[in-house]
């Protein structure tokens, strides 16, 4: 299949396209961040509904444009993640797993891996959740350190993972200080963001949404995996030169979130992308 | 029943009542927007307890002031719901239906129809929630688009289902662009707010608590539930006047939502009664 | 045993512990404000992870740094509590029980009453929640009013209970307009704050997790618990210096927490211990 490249011009087109599609998100997610997903998604141009309940979950994520399965704070939920992941792939939902956690907690990692067998069109978790994933698989290494929701591993480290993800995933991302996004096309690295992004709670869980929401307007997986990322990293930027505590920050990153433009992007993604 | 008439210094007196009165809210809600809703309720001049399992929930009813259930994020609740609104009906404690996602979504539309049967003092929701939750009844006609928890309707075309609910309920709101309330005594068009709002998540869910909260300090349901929308309404001008993203917006509609005084209801009201 | 005495110095030093131990607190706490609380950890200086379902949360009671149980919204959940503390009980483990609603709600009172049994290291509560808890013990005397989650009572009356929970607690502390920190080395009372801080939702929450974050950071419980009550009320200090609603106080409250350093506390902690 051919790719998008993966240029400045192509990232600014697909905010564009974001704000055009307007995606609503059937966010399948935990308690502690869902409020700050649905503002995240409300103001990157998106929306977002919370239906994860046995009896509408299936349903809504064939009404959905895109669906989010987030590991967050699972309660005796695996069907309803189960249930979700079959609703979007047979309706041909595009659907993001962010498998929270599977670095370090045995019982979900294993409900993440067991999640991937419903192709999930993207993969979205720190380095120690990716590298931890592949490693439940039968190719993986076992690794991953990670503890808790935390990761304890550098991005570039999980592109091997990441890489073996491909099997089941259109594109895989790794979060952290650079992200990297790996595609069948390559490898995409998106630099910028700030250190405050890890004292907000949620920023992770929240670009996992964004991803979903890109998924719906974007064709090209590789490109729409990394176009969330880059939203989220020049947001982080603006909001960074605005604030510089964890509660004012939040606050100017939902709104630089809002106010970034496909210009805005243009100039100031910092993007270098290997075939 | 004769019914206050819907005025300035009639709204203006609503909010000095919440405030002398302090009505602690019983919000049986959903878990995506409870954390905005307790703040909204706490800056306006309230409070609220979510004792939302069925170990608590009926006893609740009769010892909070009002009590809201909002059908967001059902997790196998139904009973939890009907518990909670039998409690209230039986305690004659106030209480609110926000049928969220009614509009779209048949099998919470059919639990929030059932709902009704405890009479609630108020109904609330957006226009496709309002025309769907008639249609589900036996002189409703069918309608409602919406998806998800997003209307697809204008609330002036959700009066005729607002008037057929009275049936059931005290007073009905539709809220939108301009948001209408219909009581026996007529409809009231209240004008004003912010696109903002539909920014913001949890915008809609926290009315609905606040219309609680009045429906406990105001003896006229139809004066109340103009009155909380009212509220929102001059708070979300006066942070519109102060923020133009929407992560400042939330945070200056919070404050707002504490200043607003007595006076400025009275000043920036606008409000139109039909009889 | 010998305690730390409690002075300005000492809680200076507390905190440069807790930013240095950078705590991971295992969160089984309430929807509403579990993303308040994550927020307030990582901005104080620590970290959080709500791994509060069956298949996880005794073995994450073993690998976090600290433990919290709040009892804010249980739901079929009272297994869930046992097993988490008896983890934390297990693995020595700091926990923290915060029994919100104990005062008024006698199910969830009973609940609270049975988690003494695994020792926890500190209870944090308000007066009403204080006094009701040791009024379902034995040794109690029935007492604490409450309605729902708030209190009506003061801090200091909760005193005599306090000291009575010190039979299954290392520290008790109610918090309230002066919080009093009682431990076997006698009683401290943190002066400040702001009446805004009733006005945001989680505050009392948020505040429970951070004492458990300085249990792992600081040996002596008692001082441990007196430093996280005193952080949180120069927080509060500075915020209301810089916001008079509540929407803007959450904020700069967080702001505070975050910027707040050894020196400030040494320099605006008003405490005062009676041994």
Partial sequence: ???????????????????????????????????????????????????????????FAGVADAVLINLGTPHDTADVYHATA????????????DPIGAGGLPWRGALARDLLEYRPTAVRGNASEI??????????AEGGGGRGVDSSDDPADAVPAARGLLEWAGAVSASGAVDHVVSPAGTTRVTGGSVLLTRVTGTGCSLGALVAAYCAAVPDVGLAVA????????????AADRASSPGSFAVAYLDALHEVSPDDVRRRAR?????
Avoid: C, K
């Fill in 1 to 59: 299949m051919s790719s998008a490249p993966i240029t400045a011009d192509a990232l600014a087109d697909a905010l564009a396209a974001l704000r055009d599609r307007a995606p609503l998100v059937h966010a399948v997610t935990n308690y502690v961040t869902a409020g700050f997903t649905a503002n995240v998604l409300l103001a990157a141009g998106a929306s977002a509904a919370m239906v994860d309940n046995r009896d509408e979950a299936t349903l």
């Fill in 86 to 97: 079959r609703g979007a792939q047979d309706a041909g939902t595009p659907w993001v797993l």
């Fill in 131 to 140: 590298i931890g994933l592949y490693g439940l698989t039968a190719g993986g």
């Fill in 227 to 238: 176009a969330a990322h880059t939203h989220v990293t020049v947001a982080a930027d603006v």
């Fill in 271 to 275: 993007v270098e992308h290997d075939a």
